[in-house]
């Protein structure tokens, strides 16, 4: 019923920037978190950044000061802005979504988008 749909990403020259969207379809009576992850090739899913719904934001040591999270809670979209972008940045990136409907609590996940960075 709830589904997850990511756009955004794209190939791009280090330094550039790119904005990723991640917006619900479906009924979420509440939204606890609205995170994004990320995975490289060859290694684990990495939370990147993460919202929570009393506004605490968390990001991984690599890239703050270059990302940032933020929310629409009406919509129920998820935006991760990428500045300053690094071949290391290069992955396939997920947003991920806690929230409660009505079959409970319930957590669901985009269907991924790659983020290529070029140097």
């Known amino acids: 019923q709830v589904q997850l749909v990511e756009s955004g990403g794209g190939l791009v020259q280090s330094g550039g920037s790119l904005r990723l969207s991640c917006s619900a379809t479906?009924?979420?009576?509440?939204?606890?978190?609205m995170d994004w992850y990320r995975q490289a090739p060859g290694k684990q899913r990495e939370l990147v950044a993460g919202s929570t719904s009393g506004g605490r934001l968390n990001y991984t040591d690599s890239v703050k000061g270059r990302f940032t999270i933020s929310r629409d809670n009406d919509k129920n979209t998820v935006y991760l802005q990428m500045n300053s972008l690094k071949p290391e940045d290069t992955a396939v990136y997920y947003c991920?979504?806690?929230?409660?409907?009505?079959?409970?609590?319930?957590?669901?996940w985009g269907q991924g988008t790659q983020v290529t960075v070029s140097s």
């Open positions: 991920h979504f806690d929230g409660v409907t009505v079959q409970g609590w319930r957590d669901y």
């Open positions: 479906g009924t979420l009576f509440s939204v606890y978190s």
